[in-house]
């Protein structure tokens, strides 16, 4: 009987359990540092609504410093049970190469994007719905488009860039000082090197935030006067699909 029949016969829900059960399981021992900045970014934010002052400069640098750290932390463990043999017990309990990897991104990627989704979302819904759905001078910045729903898609671009920019390293490296090194490279350093590049190019604002914007799309949308159109977006989102596609071939390859 092949592998996929086997998945078949176990059926859907069981297998999601299994994966879920897992991602549970490492978020157990992690989670503590996604909820520690997720609280920063809701409290940034709503002093920001509640003074109108442009502290979110200062929360999206801080950002690029924090989920690079939180990332990297996280995927340490990854480093961790790999280099332990650990895995081979989760192997042995019925999870399969690709279940394991698909936890630990469900772990390290999705739930940290449902995280900083939730912390955008509170402090806006209790101090003004409105600012979902329409354009607002905000922080004393007007947006042409609605500031806030930008705000969200670069938060998430972000979060999600730099989740596999731990994973894959954890996976292929698995070397515990590159699981934190090459996230806050690639959300914080890269994007300021970028900008500093592009200021001395004496290049416009907008090609500055394209330049910086596969690292960092917060950071390209304030170079941009706070706005984010497809076109900055477009080198995050290429970059997340290179490395989205690195980590499922390394996890298919890797031998555990």
Request: aromatic share 10%; hydrophobic share 55%; charged share 10%.
């Amino acid at each position: 009987m092949d592998k996929s029949r086997v998945m078949n016969s176990e059926g859907v829900l069981p297998v999601l359990k299994n994966i879920l059960r897992h991602t549970e399981f490492i978020l157990s021992y992690s989670d503590i540092t996604v909820f520690l900045l997720a609280v920063f970014v809701s409290s940034v934010l709503a002093i920001g609504l509640l003074l109108q002052n442009p502290v979110i400069s200062f929360m999206i640098i801080a950002y690029g410093l924090g989920i690079g750290l939180v990332a990297g932390n996280m995927a340490q463990n990854l480093v961790e049970e790999l280099s332990s043999g650990r895995v081979q017990l989760y192997l042995m309990m019925g999870l399969t190469r690709k279940r394991y990897a698909l936890s630990w991104m469900l772990a390290v990627v999705v739930y940290p994007c449902i995280a900083v989704f939730l912390a955008l979302s509170i402090p806006i819904i209790l101090i003004d719905p409105t600012l979902f759905a329409k354009p607002t001078p905000i922080l004393g910045l007007y947006a042409p488009m609605p500031i806030f729903n930008e705000l969200f898609t670069a938060f998430i671009l972000t979060t999600i860039t730099a989740g596999l920019s731990a994973l894959l390293p954890a996976i292929t490296i698995t070397k515990r000082s590159a699981t934190v090194g090459i996230p806050v490279l690639v959300t914080l350093a890269y994007p300021f090197v970028a900008g500093f590049i592009g200021a001395i190019l004496n290049l416009e604002p907008r090609s500055i935030a394209i330049l910086v914007s596969p690292g960092n799309t917060i950071f390209a949308m304030m170079i941009n006067d706070f706005s984010l159109d497809a076109i900055v977006a477009l080198p995050q989102a290429i970059f997340i699909v290179i490395l989205l596609a690195s980590y499922v071939y390394m996890a298919g390859r890797r031998e555990v």
